[in-house]
């Protein structure tokens, strides 16, 4: 009989695909994949996670997800001990009618299977019970921002105060199309996210952004989609200086700034824009990181044209060289030890999604140029 784990295993390699890169595309962690793969299901913390894990790495590698489901409900009715030897033992007695005896044993050995595997059947499903309500079977998205691969019909539930609405996943092609629910009455409404392109989604109806949606990749053959959802987006946000801001020089390639900092505000966040050095010219400049953990790293270099992409490990190094301005975003900013020109900064904390402009602008009322740390979400 087919073994779980291992065609897990014998899928992943076809795929040519590490256990470390399925880790990180199907954002599993690496631990469960290995547990997956070897059938050791007493990590898991109940039956109805691992089912969900199951399904998840099934559909990552290309297999059918109910069949290997069946798999793993076939794996538990065999590791389930049968007492076979003393249900077939004879007893010491001459005048046994063998025949009969035997006869009889197998009837008994063939409706013991039968009572474990209804047995084991019932106890699954009392473990994951079908709600009343269906929605409660959708994935929550209680994490600050989350990116993955889904399909057309994938649906995700987003807690917004004390409701939580339902986004659908459409038709995909050269864009892909998001249903949500909305408002008090939960009507339903449509956006389209073309590739590299973002928007906001505003549940509730109350003016303010719930969540943004990026686009990273669509395979429109498979009908799924690479997104990224992001609820860093807080209230409205705006920008306000202690000061009006003043004419730049003539004939200046650079921005203007006060002299006070800009402030970055939105819902509970406060993030203030800082002068790592002072300059009288603004010369080219450099940002070097060291990463402790995983990040996904997005950047680009104001001498290329394309945005680059990707993830880093621990104690991977990554430098960036840039002449007037460098655009930098990392998903768990609290990793990245990062030095602007040789100066340490503080991005971010664990977990926190950061995006910063560092760029040089001239200080007209200082007549200096300033490399600063300016804050974008």
Known sequence: MERLGEKFK??????????????????????????????????????????GFIKNYANYLGLKADDMVMLYRSHLIQEQPIPVEELLSPKKNPSVNWKAVIGSFVGILTAAVIAVAAYFIATMEKAAPMPEDEALTVPLFDTRFMEQRMKTGDKLRFPVADSQFILTVGETGTKVLF??????????????????EEKLIDFDKNGIPD????????????ESVLVRFDREVGESVSVTRQEESVPAPEASAFMN????????????????????KTSSVANPFSIDIVFRQRCFVRYKLDTEDEAVEGFFRGNQRLRLDGNMKIYLSLSNAGVASVKVDGVDVQ?????????????WAYNQQKRIYELRIIPRY
């Open 10 to 51: 014998q899928a992943r390699l076809a795929k040519r695909v590490t256990i470390d890169q399925a880790a990180e595309e199907t954002y599993i962690p690496k631990e469960k994949l290995e547990a997956l793969e070897s059938e050791n299901f007493d990590i898991f913390e109940a039956p109805v996670i691992l089912i």
């Open 211 to 222: 969540v943004k949606v990026f686009v990273r990749n669509i395979d429109a053959s498979r």
């Open 179 to 196: 249903e949500y629910e909305s408002g008090l009455n939960r009507e339903t409404e449509t956006i389209e996210v073309g590739i590299e």
């Open 257 to 276: 700034v006060p002299e006070e900092p800009v402030t970055l505000t939105g819902g509970a966040r406060r993030v203030e824009s800082s002068v790592v």
């Open 347 to 359: 991005l971010g904390t664990l977990g926190q999604l950061v995006s910063r402009e560092v760029q």
